[in-house]
Protein backbone atom coordinates (compact mmCIF):
# COMPACT_ATOMS: atom_id res chain seq x y z
CA UNK A 1 0.00 0.00 0.00
CA UNK A 2 1.52 3.33 -1.20
CA UNK A 3 1.70 5.88 1.51
CA UNK A 4 2.90 9.58 1.23
CA UNK A 5 3.99 11.95 4.01
CA UNK A 6 3.83 15.48 3.55
CA UNK A 7 5.63 17.72 5.92
CA UNK A 8 7.31 21.14 6.22
CA UNK A 9 4.08 23.26 5.96
CA UNK A 10 3.52 26.57 7.96
CA UNK A 11 3.20 30.00 8.07
CA UNK A 12 5.96 32.28 6.05
CA UNK A 13 5.73 36.44 4.90
CA UNK A 14 5.07 36.98 1.64
CA UNK A 15 8.95 37.27 -0.36
CA UNK A 16 9.82 34.24 2.41
CA UNK A 17 9.90 30.49 1.79
CA UNK A 18 10.20 27.13 2.43
CA UNK A 19 10.45 23.53 1.69
CA UNK A 20 7.63 20.96 1.91
CA UNK A 21 9.15 16.99 2.12
CA UNK A 22 7.03 14.37 1.32
CA UNK A 23 8.37 10.76 2.10
CA UNK A 24 6.99 7.84 0.17
CA UNK A 25 6.46 4.21 1.57
CA UNK A 26 5.04 0.97 -0.20
CA UNK A 27 6.32 1.72 -3.54
CA UNK A 28 9.32 1.21 -5.71
CA UNK A 29 10.13 4.67 -5.37
CA UNK A 30 12.40 5.35 -8.09
CA UNK A 31 10.14 3.79 -10.42
CA UNK A 32 7.23 6.06 -10.49
CA UNK A 33 7.09 10.05 -11.29
CA UNK A 34 6.19 12.30 -8.44
CA UNK A 35 3.84 15.25 -8.59
CA UNK A 36 3.01 18.34 -6.05
CA UNK A 37 -0.41 20.22 -6.06
CA UNK A 38 -2.02 22.73 -4.40
CA UNK A 39 -5.98 23.24 -3.44
CA UNK A 40 -6.78 26.64 -1.99
CA UNK A 41 -10.15 27.51 -0.38
CA UNK A 42 -13.23 27.49 -2.47
CA UNK A 43 -10.27 26.40 -5.93
CA UNK A 44 -9.69 23.31 -7.57
CA UNK A 45 -6.76 21.43 -6.72
CA UNK A 46 -4.13 22.38 -9.23
CA UNK A 47 -1.33 20.98 -10.62
CA UNK A 48 1.97 22.74 -9.31
CA UNK A 49 5.10 20.79 -10.36
CA UNK A 50 6.13 17.05 -11.47
CA UNK A 51 9.31 15.03 -11.41
CA UNK A 52 10.45 11.83 -13.45
CA UNK A 53 11.31 8.84 -11.61
CA UNK A 54 15.05 8.90 -12.42
CA UNK A 55 14.87 12.70 -11.74
CA UNK A 56 16.22 13.86 -14.80
CA UNK A 57 13.21 15.67 -15.98
CA UNK A 58 10.53 18.58 -14.73
CA UNK A 59 7.85 20.22 -15.13
CA UNK A 60 6.51 23.21 -13.27
CA UNK A 61 3.09 25.40 -13.52
CA UNK A 62 3.86 29.11 -15.11
CA UNK A 63 2.80 30.24 -12.15
CA UNK A 64 5.56 28.68 -10.34
CA UNK A 65 8.50 29.15 -12.37
CA UNK A 66 11.27 30.54 -11.63
CA UNK A 67 10.15 30.63 -7.84
CA UNK A 68 9.33 26.82 -7.03
CA UNK A 69 11.98 23.91 -7.73
CA UNK A 70 11.15 20.29 -6.93
CA UNK A 71 13.63 17.75 -6.64
CA UNK A 72 13.87 13.97 -5.21
CA UNK A 73 15.88 11.66 -3.30
CA UNK A 74 15.49 8.39 -4.40
CA UNK A 75 17.60 6.95 -1.39
CA UNK A 76 15.35 8.42 1.02
CA UNK A 77 12.32 8.04 -0.93
CA UNK A 78 11.60 11.62 -0.83
CA UNK A 79 10.16 14.43 -2.80
CA UNK A 80 11.35 17.79 -1.83
CA UNK A 81 9.22 21.35 -3.21
CA UNK A 82 11.58 24.22 -1.94
CA UNK A 83 9.34 27.20 -2.37
CA UNK A 84 11.01 30.39 -2.90
CA UNK A 85 9.49 34.59 -3.32
CA UNK A 86 5.70 33.41 -1.88
CA UNK A 87 3.34 35.24 -2.57
CA UNK A 88 -0.11 35.66 -0.67
CA UNK A 89 -1.78 33.85 -3.81
CA UNK A 90 0.29 30.50 -2.63
CA UNK A 91 -1.46 30.22 0.30
CA UNK A 92 -3.18 26.71 -0.46
CA UNK A 93 -3.06 22.96 1.31
CA UNK A 94 -0.22 21.49 -0.93
CA UNK A 95 0.10 17.51 -1.72
CA UNK A 96 1.87 15.21 -3.39
CA UNK A 97 1.46 12.53 -5.44
CA UNK A 98 3.01 9.49 -7.25
CA UNK A 99 2.10 8.26 -10.73
CA UNK A 100 2.44 4.63 -11.58
CA UNK A 101 5.03 5.36 -13.99
CA UNK A 102 8.60 7.03 -14.29
CA UNK A 103 6.98 9.76 -16.54
CA UNK A 104 6.18 12.94 -15.60
CA UNK A 105 2.61 14.19 -16.21
CA UNK A 106 0.44 17.65 -15.10
CA UNK A 107 -3.00 16.42 -14.27
CA UNK A 108 -4.44 15.09 -11.07
CA UNK A 109 -6.18 12.24 -13.36
CA UNK A 110 -2.24 10.99 -13.92
CA UNK A 111 -1.95 10.44 -10.40
CA UNK A 112 -2.50 7.21 -8.71
CA UNK A 113 -1.85 7.91 -5.08
CA UNK A 114 -2.13 11.07 -2.75
CA UNK A 115 -0.89 12.43 0.43
CA UNK A 116 -3.16 14.22 3.08
CA UNK A 117 -1.58 17.49 2.44
CA UNK A 118 0.42 20.22 3.83
CA UNK A 119 -0.89 23.66 4.52
CA UNK A 120 0.77 26.34 3.65
CA UNK A 121 -0.14 29.78 4.75
CA UNK A 122 1.58 33.09 3.54
CA UNK A 123 0.96 36.45 5.07
CA UNK A 124 1.45 40.18 3.96
Known amino acids: QVRLVESGGGLVQAGGSLRLSCSAS????????MGWFRQAPGKEREFIAS????????YYADSVKGRFTISRDNVKNTVYLQMNSLKLEDTAVYYC?????????????????WGQGTQVTVSS
Open 26 to 33: GLTFAAYA
Open 97 to 113: ASRGSPVIATTIAGFRS
Open 51 to 58: ISGGGGST
